[in-house]
C-alpha cells in the first residue's frame, strides 16, 4: 500500500474532528449519533417487493443511512469518519480520498436501497463518506427500490407521487411531503401530470433547480429547516418558471430574498396569526411616537372583479369603499378599480393602483391572491390586503368573516320550517372555512329539529343543485348568502335560505357582509398605529361581535323564530355563545368538538368533516368544474389531494 501525503491525513483529522462533534451533539439531545439503518426501519422480511432501476445519481443528502448496522458505529449520522488515523478504515477512507482527488475520482457506484424517499448504502459507505466529505452533491448509484407494502402509511400517497415525478424527470431531489404538491408543481411548470418529458426538459428543470438550491441555500434555507421545494412552488408563484431558467445566480438570489418572509410563513402555517376581533389602540410613550408616528391621511384603493352592475359581490365591496370614504373623511382618498376579470387585469391594475400612490390596497375576492403577492413584492412599501381566508403569507393580509355564525341563525330558522324533515343546503367550493359553515347550520337545525337531516348539494360540480334538492322533496334550502345588507337581493330566491312553495322562491333569512364596517376598522387600525407589523402572516377573520357579520330575516319569519334568532344573534354580538362549543359527530362518528375544549380559529377554517346529521359528501378534485380547480387548488381545505 502506497505512503500517504500529509495533506490527506490533515484532510482525514479534519474530517474526524467535526465527525466527533456531530457525534457529541446528537448524543447530548439524546438522539441516536450515528446513520440510519435499514434493518430497523424495515426489516429485511418487509423487502417483497422490489424494482431494480438503472444506474443514476442520487442525491447526496438524501443518503440516511447503511442497510445494515455493522459498520455504522464507524461513521456519524452525516457520514463522516470516526476511527483514530491508524486504523484499517481510516487508512483505507484516505485512499479514497486521494483518488477522489486525483485526475481519476471516484467512478465505482455504490449500491443502495431507496425506501419512501431515502436511500441506505449496501456497499460503498466509505465511498458515500469521502465523497459526502468533499461537498458532492450526486453520487452514482445502483439502487434497488423497495416499494412500500403497507398502503395504510400516511407516507405512501405522497411516495407514488414521487416515485411518478422520478419516472418522467429523472429528478431525486423533489421530495413533497403532500401529493398534491406535485400537481401544483406540474402547472407551474406547464406539464400535465403523468406527460414525458423529453432529455431537453428534465435537464432544463434539472439545472434550474439546481440553481434555485443554491440561492435557497446561500439564504440560510436549511439551517431555517425550510425545505427548497416547498419554496419553490411559491416561488413560481410570483416569478413564472420560463422566468426562473433564464435567472442568474444574482438576480435569482435576490429575487428569492423579496420572498423570504412569505417562503418562512409558507412553511410554517401554525405561525399564522389569526385575529378573531379587531385589535386595541395600543397606548405609546411620547418617544414611540415620536419615531413610529401612524399617517394621517391614507390613499386606499380597491380591486374588484367585473362592475357593481353585472356583480353583487362587486357592489358590495363596493359599497363597503364608499363607507369608508364617508366615514372617515378627510384621511383618506379612496378609489375603485374595476374589471379585474383575469389574473393578466388584477396584475394590471394592482401595479396601476401602486403607482397611482396607493397607501393601502385591498383585493377584494380570493381568486387575486397570486396576483396580490406578486404585486406585494414588487411594491414592498404598501400594504396589501386579499379577500381570504387563512393565507399564512407575511406580504398579504388576508381578511374574511366568520359566516359560519350566520348559516347558524339561519339553520335555527330553517330547521323550524321543515315540516318533511328535510332541509338542503347548496356548497359553493370544498374551499377553507365552508364546512365550518355548513357544519354550523346543521347544528342550528339541529337545534331546532333534532329529526331533520341536511341534505348537501354543490354548486361547483355538475348540475343544479337546487332543482336537485326539488327533487328530493326539499322544500327549505340554504344557497349563496346575500353579499350585502340589502333584502332586495334575497327577493329572487338565489340567494340566502328560502322556502319553495309552488313554483316561488320565498326568501326567509340570510347571512350578510358588513363590508363597510370592516374596512373602516382596519383602515383605522393603520391610522392609529395599531396594526400588525408586516413581517408577520395574519388573517383577519371576525364575526358579529366586531360587527362584520349580520343576518338579514324576511316578514315570513314567524314571530317566535324571529325572537330565537335574536336571542342567538345578541348572544353571538356579545361574545357569549360558541355555535361550536356543544359536542358534535361527523359522519363517520368521530368527534369533531367535544363541547368541552374551544376549538381553535385554525381548526374551524380547516375543518374538513361533516356533521352526522349531514347527508352528503365534500366532492373530490376531479369532479369538479374546471372554472372552480384553480380556487380550489389554491385554498382547498384538502390541498395534499388536489
Keep these: 500500500m502506497t505512503v500517504l501525503d500529509t495533506s490527506v491525513i490533515t484532510e482525514y483529522r479534519k474530517a474526524q474532528a467535526l465527525a466527533q462533534k456531530e457525534k457529541k451533539e446528537h448524543e447530548a439531545k439524546g438522539l441516536s449519533p450515528y446513520p440510519a ?94 465523497l459526502k466529505y468533499c461537498g458532492a452533491v450526486k453520487i452514482p448509484a445502483r439502487v434497488t427500490r423497495i416499494l412500500p407494502a403497507d398502503r395504510t402509511d400516511p407516507r405512501v400517497a405522497a411516495y407514488d407521487a414521487f416515485v411518478e415525478f422520478n419516472r418522467v424527470t429523472g429528478s431525486w431531489d423533489v421530495r413533497y411531503r403532500k401529493p398534491g404538491d406535485y400537481a401544483r408543481l406540474y402547472a407551474a411548470l406547464g406539464k400535465a ?78 405561525a399564522l396569526t389569526v385575529k378573531t376581533v379587531p385589535a386595541a389602540e395600543e397606548k405609546k410613550s411620547v418617544i414611540e411616537k415620536i419615531i413610529s408616528a401612524p399617517p394621517k391621511h391614507l390613499n386606499v384603493a380597491f380591486i374588484l372583479q367585473r362592475d357593481a352592475e353585472s356583480s353583487a359581490w362587486t357592489r358590495g365591496h363596493a359599497e363597503g369603499a364608499a363607507h369608508l370614504s364617508a366615514a372617515l373623511g378627510e384621511a383618506v382618498s379612496v378609489r375603485c378599480y374595476y374589471k379585474a376579470d383575469t389574473q393578466e387585469d388584477a396584475d394590471r391594475l394592482l401595479d396601476e393602483a401602486a403607482n397611482d400612490g396607493a397607501d393601502l390596497i385591498f383585493a377584494t375576492t380570493p381568486p387575486f391572491l397570486v396576483s396580490t403577492l406578486r404585486a406585494a413584492v414588487r411594491h414592498p412599501k404598501i400594504r396589501f390586503f386579499n379577500c381570504s381566508e387563512c393565507q399564512p403569507l407575511s406580504s398579504v393580509t388576508s381578511y374574511y368573516c366568520r359566516t359560519y355564525e350566520g348559516k347558524f341563525i339561519t339553520g335555527l330558522i330553517a330547521g323550524t320550517l321543515a315540516d318533511n324533515n328535510l332541509v338542503g343546503y347548496v356548497g359553493s ?65 338565489g340567494y340566502g335560505t328560502f322556502l319553495v312553495e309552488g313554483d316561488e322562491l320565498m326568501p326567509i333569512a340570510s347571512p350578510v357582509w358588513m363590508w363597510g364596517n370592516l374596512y373602516e376598522t382596519i383602515v383605522r387600525s393603520v391610522l392609529s398605529g395599531s396594526v ?8 383577519y377573520w371576525w364575526g358579529m361581535d366586531s360587527g362584520v357579520i349580520d343576518v338579514a330575516l324576511s316578514e315570513r319569519v314567524p314571530e317566535g323564530v324571529r325572537e330565537l334568532a335574536a336571542v342567538f344573534m345578541e348572544k353571538l354580538r356579545k361574545g357569549e355563545f360558541d ?64
Excluded at 248 to 260: F, I
Excluded at 532 to 539: F, G
Excluded at 599 to 612: F, Q, V
Aim: hydrophobic share 40%; glycine share 6%; with cysteine.
Design 37 to 130: 439503518v435499514l434493518d430497523e426501519v424495515l426489516p429485511e422480511t418487509a423487502r417483497t417487493n422490489c424494482v431494480e432501476l438503472p444506474l443514476t445519481e442520487i442525491p447526496a443528502d438524501r443518503i440516511r443511512g447503511t442497510v445494515s448496522a455493522g459498520r455504522t458505529g464507524v461513521l456519524s449520522v452525516s457520514f463522516l469518519p470516526l476511527p483514530e488515523p491508524d486504523s484499517e478504515f481510516a487508512v483505507k477512507w484516505m485512499h479514497l480520498l486521494e483518488a477522489n482527488l486525483s485526475d481519476t475520482g471516484i467512478r465505482e457506484p455504490v449500491i443502495c436501497y431507496e425506501y419512501l424517499g431515502d436511500f441506505y448504502v449496501q456497499e460503498g459507505n466509505k465511498r458515500v463518506s469521502v
Design 193 to 270: 401530470p403523468g406527460a414525458e418529458w423529453t432529455e431537453a426538459e428534465k435537464q432544463r428543470f434539472a439545472s434550474a433547480y439546481h440553481l434555485f438550491r443554491e440561492a435557497f441555500t446561500a439564504l440560510g434555507g436549511a439551517k431555517q429547516n425550510l425545505l427548497p421545494e416547498d419554496a419553490l412552488l411559491l416561488f413560481l408563484k410570483v416569478h413564472p418558471y420560463e422566468r426562473l431558467t433564464e435567472m442568474k445566480r444574482t438576480e435569482l438570489t435576490e429575487a428569492l430574498a423579496a420572498l423570504w418572509g412569505d417562503v418562512k410563513a409558507a412553511a410554517e402555517p401554525e
Design 429 to 493: 367550493y370544498p374551499i377553507l372555512g365552508v364546512p365550518a359553515s355548513i357544519n354550523a347550520f346543521a347544528l342550528g337545525v339541529r337545534m331546532t329539529n333534532p329529526r331533520a337531516k341536511v341534505l348537501l348539494e354543490w354548486s361547483c360540480v355538475d348540475g343544479n343543485p337546487v332543482k336537485t334538492l326539488w327533487n328530493k322533496g326539499v322544500r327549505v334550502i340554504s344557497n349563496r348568502d346575500v353579499p350585502l345588507p340589502d333584502v332586495q337581493y334575497m327577493k329572487g330566491g
Design 532 to 539: 400588525e407589523k408586516k413581517d408577520r402572516a395574519v388573517n
Design 579 to 642: 355555535v361550536f362549543g356543544q359536542r358534535l359527530l361527523a359522519q363517520n362518528g368521530s368527534v369533531i368538538s367535544d363541547g368541552a375544549s374551544k376549538l381553535t380559529s385554525i381548526e374551524l377554517l380547516k375543518m374538513d368533516r361533516l356533521a352526522e346529521n349531514v347527508e352528503g359528501r365534500i366532492p373530490a378534485y376531479d369532479e369538479l368544474l374546471p372554472m372552480s380547480r384553480a380556487l380550489v387548488r389554491e385554498l382547498g381545505i384538502r390541498r395534499e389531494t388536489d
